[in-house]
């Protein structure tokens, strides 16, 4: 990847499992943006708005959002992000196990950049990697919000 794209990535995922499957083949696929994890949306939020104790984040940045978490849902979450100025153009894509689509619908409405299913952890989850992947070099990111 060029380091001329180096966009932030914050996995926003419970599963300590899958955090660590995502972070694996992104690895494999040479995909070398940093990836920060939190394990719900309020964490995200946190980690997005420099709560804490922590710098807000540097963009440019993406989110992939589980939808399914403890304390705070993906829903839940971009419910917040949305309603916050600061944070409302975030780029968010869902990547979850849910395939209800009320959960769909609820993201879309959300504006969300997509909906993948890790459920296809086979071609179809490799699939979704390579788009994100380019994605992440072919899309101009401003680095200022």
Known sequence: MPETSQVNILLVEDDQIDVRFIKKTFQTHRITNPIYVASDGIEALEILRGEGGREPLARPYLILLDINMPRMNGIQFLQELRGDPRLSNSIV???TT???DQ?????YAH???GYLLKSGIGGDFMN???????F???IQFPSEQ
């Open 98 to 100: 849910s395939a209800h």
């Open 136 to 138: 992440l070099v072919s």
């Open 128 to 134: 979704a990697i390579r788009m994100l992947e380019n």
């Open 103 to 107: 959960d769909k619908e609820s993201a």
């Open 111 to 113: 504006n969300v950049a």
């Open 93 to 95: 894509f869902v990547l």
